[in-house]
């Protein structure tokens, strides 16, 4: 893989288009009042932290992976689909909005299911495509 290919990066930019899309519509599903929990990045991120796990499992046990795969699939669709940045400032919003408890047990909550949820991906990828090499 080339870096600067084209191809790739027009992979990349397209599964950058279909999480981020997917992350706008969660957004609209569950709606939240400024300073209100987050809901929606919660879960888009938890989601996103078990997909990973997964993924890279997945691409692990491939003899021979298309090379855009794991770029398309991990920077593209699920970096699109993950949001630090709204992470970030939905803490801000809770902290300067009187919610300080709210937005710790946010930051706690979504590092630790975060983490558990990257490892129960491995371990479902694992039992799906094997123990990765």
């Not at 080339?2 to 930019?13: C, E, F, S, V």
């Not at 888009?44 to 699939?73: E, K, T």
């Not at 940045?85 to 803490?91: H, K, Q």
């Amino acid at each position: 893989m080339r870096r600067g290919d084209p191809g790739l990066l027009a992979a990349i930019a397209a599964g950058g288009a279909v999480g981020s899309l997917g992350r706008y519509a969660a957004g609209l599903a569950l709606p939240h009042a400024a300073g209100a929990f987050p809901w929606a990045t919660f879960l888009v991120n938890i989601g996103g932290s078990l997909a990973m796990g997964v993924l890279v499992v997945w691409v692990l046990s491939m003899d021979q992976p298309h090379p855009w795969l794991r770029p398309f699939l991990g920077v593209g669709v699920l970096g699109g689909w993950t949001t630090f940045s709204g992470y970030a400032l939905d803490t801000h919003a809770m902290v300067t909005g009187g919610h300080a408890l709210s937005g710790a047990a946010y930051v706690v909550g979504s590092l630790v299911v975060g983490l558990a949820a990257v490892g129960v991906g491995i371990s479902l990828g694992e039992r799906v495509f094997g123990r990765r090499p």
